[in-house]
């Protein structure tokens, strides 16, 4: 892959079409473009990194993979961001782990090569161990939204139903956690109703807490294609920081952070009190409830505007910094567009009234009745390849089992007990730790053994300085692929992993499509594809062999797409062979004729809704077949800027890297367009601080305190400041806390009071 970063932002057909419009950041490759003539077959996949979940088809010569382009028949219509383009070279990294490693005299001992066998039985025995001596609780799996389908799936049968332990958790919990709660509180059950087609429909975006333009860039150049084919459609973003996605924004609204939920309410009261509301939607689709005295309690339409009401437009500027006249113009244009589409993600997940902010987007649409048209609807964007299809609808999480079953539902349990052939009462009734307790309960030896796949928590847990105690006490076993994650100093045996094309899987993404993943090349060194390590495993350290009756990924596929049948996520119509053929296909997908559901609930599109259903929208997912409008108060942020801690820290994402850049950091254009962390500084605090660009600046919390070089930019608003997270040599989750909401139990990443002064 020749491609360079220069080039490629010179190239890029999608950079121009977006420098029109003033936006410089994301940059894409049309399909074909590099070194195709180099290869001699094209495989299908998946590009490794973000929730957009584009199509890729990987070029192979000689049984090396030499080069990468968009799958023009997948969503993304052959188009692919930088980080995507230059996936090559990541497979072939040196850092890359080929063999297998323990530490056979505990954490101080260096890790030493050894065979399979060994690894396997030194893992396998510390975990029969800790079972026979402290029962199933005392062992954990701790996963990842980047983890194959049949990967999680496996491991959630293993841990819940083989050991009997619901401690099977992962990094979903620290990022679409909230969203499923959002989607599960309102309408019964997980996973939006809208697809990317809703694009290419809206006349109304509602930005709020995603920066699309560097997490999403394909998606944003869909969105910014839209705006430009369609100048009235108006876009709104809400985002404390001006990022580039706000550039194409006609109205940006910046505020003071963590005050959504009065901008939310807000925006509703004015809905009501201008009647731009859908009365016989609302009358037809919903219920009104909220909490009191902690029960949950009905109310009445009436109930909720007169709650609503309190959100003035003067009180809503008071609380949020947003001009009162602004309020009332976004909800305006919210309500009257003929096709509203919302956009979210970690600025509204990672907050510790993160669900109740989920709650109240989706009571927008509700109440305006967008929703269930094209273009209409309140459309989560997750953040990982595999969270949705991997961890989400497999139920690969402590309180979750496959396809919308809880642990806490004695019917769920049995169902799955039964689909499994296990004892009823195998599975346990109570959830299992959740991932901030699950690292307090090692730190506390509650939890002898953890198993961690496709994560690397030593860097991406929040207080830091609290959490890897729990990774020092525990023994830890982890797959990787690349020696740079920080977590293998803390692992006793590390199971070298196949990376992405070099093994078979399902991944799926924000818009419920499953596409399949095609092994491309064969694993490098001595690595082996999870699904086999996992059984290996899984049998040494006394799992049943007959839970794990598969011979390769296939055979995992085949069972999770028969156990989703009937179900509210049925996608049974998903044979590995139309994978093979097709470019990703969305469920619900009862049948192997049907070609996938674009719009969920609605009727003669989905086809869970019968066709002789009196109403055209059916939420069929919740018990009493309604959608709930959720009476939610606004509450302040856990740790507001106060007079000790005058500044509000936020930390996220920057376009070229990839979370803790294990994998963006092997490719040295992308290392090189951000070889470490900064801090961005607005101008005029940056001012009263005598702080220059470059300026080592202090970020003092009240658990930590850290140096990074300014970056002096109006990107932030005085009294904000950002620092990306991708540096393991400036560990800026030291700094956190590790409040989280209390629903979801995902952490506040975006909200926290610091000091900042210039270094001495
Ligand atoms: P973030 O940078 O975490 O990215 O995607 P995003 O959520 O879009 O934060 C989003 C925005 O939230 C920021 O611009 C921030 O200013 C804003 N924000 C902060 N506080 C508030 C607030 O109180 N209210 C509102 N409304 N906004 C606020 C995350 C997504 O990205 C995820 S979850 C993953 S896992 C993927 N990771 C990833 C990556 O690591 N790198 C790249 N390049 N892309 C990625 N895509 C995915
Ligand atoms: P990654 O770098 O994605 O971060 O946090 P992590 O999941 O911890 O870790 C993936 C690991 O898997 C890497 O070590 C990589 O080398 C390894 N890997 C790559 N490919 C493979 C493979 O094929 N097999 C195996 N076995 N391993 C592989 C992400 C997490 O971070 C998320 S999702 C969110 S949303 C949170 N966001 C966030 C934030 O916004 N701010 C702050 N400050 N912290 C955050 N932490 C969270
Ligand atoms: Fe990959 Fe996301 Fe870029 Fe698409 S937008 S190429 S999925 S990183």
Redesign the pocket.
């Known amino acids: 892959m020749t491609l360079s970063r220069r080039a490629f932002l010179k190239g890029s057909a999608a950079a121009i079409a977006l420098s029109a419009l003033g936006v410089g950041g994301p940059c894409l490759a049309a399909a074909g473009k590099d070194g195709g003539d180099k290869a001699d077959k094209w495989v299908k996949g ?9 199509g ?1 088809m990987i070029g192979v010569r000689d049984g090396k993979a030499v080069s990468i382009k ?1 799958d023009p028949n997948n969503h ?1 219509q052959g188009l ?6 230059m996936l090559i070279p990541v497979i072939y990294a040196k850092d890359r782990i080929l063999e297998p490693r323990i530490r056979k005299n505990g954490k101080q001992s260096p890790l030493e090569v050894v065979s399979w066998d060994e690894a396997l039985e030194f893992a396998a025995k510390r975990f029969r161990t800790a079972i026979s001596e402290n029962g199933p609780n005392a062992v954990a799996y701790y996963g990842s939204g980047q983890a194959l389908t049949e990967e999680s799936y496996l491991a959630n049968k293993i841990w819940k139903g083989g050991f009997g332990t619901n401690n099977v958790d992962g990094n979903p919990r620290l990022c679409m956690a909230s969203a499923v709660g959002g989607y599960t509180t309102t309408f019964g059950k997980d996973e939006p109703m809208g697809t990317y087609n809703d694009i290419d429909n809206a006349t109304c975006f509602f930005i709020i807490g995603s920066n699309t333009s560097e997490a ?4 944003f150049r869909r969105i910014a294609r839209r705006k430009q084919n369609s100048p009235d459609v108006k876009i709104i973003v809400v985002d404390p920081r001006r990022t580039n996605t706000s550039r194409i924004a006609d109205i940006h609204l910046t505020f003071k952070p963590g005050t959504d939920l009065a901008l939310l309410n807000g925006m509703a009261h004015i809905i009501f009190k201008e009647e731009l509301d859908d009365y016989r939607f609302m009358d037809k689709q919903c219920v009104f409830k909220g909490v009191k005295d902690g029960n949950i309690v009905d109310c009445t339409l009436d109930a909720y505007k007169a709650f609503v009401a309190e959100y003035t437009p003067e009180k809503v500027e008071a609380l949020t910094g947003i001009p009162a006249d602004m309020v009332v113009k976004v909800a305006r244009i919210f309500a009257e567009s003929s096709a509203t589409l919302s956009l979210w993600c970690m600025g509204i997940n990672q907050r510790s009234k993160g669900v109740w902010a989920n709650n109240l987007i989706h009571n927008l649409h509700l109440i305006t009745g967008h929703i269930g048209k094209p273009g209409a609807s309140p459309l989560s964007l997750t953040g990982q ?1 595999n969270a949705c299809g991997g961890v989400r609808d497999t139920g690969s999480l402590a309180h979750l089992l496959p396809a919308g079953r809880v642990v806490a539902n004695e019917q769920h349990r049995n169902e799955m007990e039964d689909f499994w052939k296990i004892p009823r009462g195998t599975i346990q009734p109570q959830m299992g730790y959740h991932t901030v307790a699950l690292f307090e309960n090692m730190a506390k030896g509650n939890v002898k053994a953890v198993f961690i796949h496709c994560t690397n928590p030593a860097h991406t847990l929040p207080n830091l300085n609290k959490y890897t105690p729990g990774l020092e006490k525990a023994f830890v076993v982890q797959t990787e692929c690349f020696n740079d994650a920080l977590t293998i100093q803390y692992a006793d045996v590390v199971f070298p992993a196949a990376f992405w094309c070099e093994t078979d899987g399902v991944y799926g993404c924000t818009e419920r499509r499953y596409a399949l993943i095609e092994k491309a090349v064969e694993p490098m060194g001595n690595t082996r594809p999870v699904v086999n390590i996992l059984m290996d495993f899984a049998k040494l350290a006394g799992v049943d062999p007959k839970l794990m009756p598969y011979t390769n990924a296939a055979d995992i596929w085949d069972e999770w797409r028969t156990l989703s049948k009937g179900s509210a996520y049925n996608f049974y119509g998903m044979t590995r062979e139309r994978l093979q053929k097709e470019s990703g296909i969305k469920w619900p997908c009862p049948t192997e004729d049907h070609p996938g559901t674009d719009l969920r609930y609605v009727r003669g599109e989905d086809p869970l809704v019968p066709s002789d259903h009196p109403d055209k929208v059916f939420f069929y997912g919740s018990p009493n077949q309604k959608a709930t409008i959720w009476l939610r108060p606004y509450q302040p942020p856990f740790e507001p800027a106060d007079a000790d801690y005058p500044f509000v820290l936020t930390t996220g994402r920057v376009i070229d890297h990839w979370h803790t850049a294990t994998m963006t950091g092997q490719v040295p254009e992308l290392k090189k367009a951000y070889p470490s962390a900064f801090v961005e500084i607005n101008p005029k605090d940056a001012e009263k601080l005598n702080i220059k660009n470059g300026d080592p600046v202090v970020l003092e919390t009240r658990r930590d305190k850290m140096v990074f070089p300014a970056s002096v930019t109006d990107t932030c608003m005085p009294g904000l400041v950002f620092c990306p997270f991708f540096d393991k040599n400036k560990l800026v989750n030291k700094l956190f806390h590790d409040a989280v909401d209390d629903i979801s139990k995902e952490p506040e990443y975006k909200i926290c009071a610091t000091k900042v002064y210039k270094q001495a």
Not at 216 to 219: A, F, I, Q, W
């Open positions: 998946v590009c490794r990194y973000c929730g957009t979940g584009c890729v968009g993304n692919l961001c930088l980080k995507g383009a999403h860039p394909v998606l390849p």
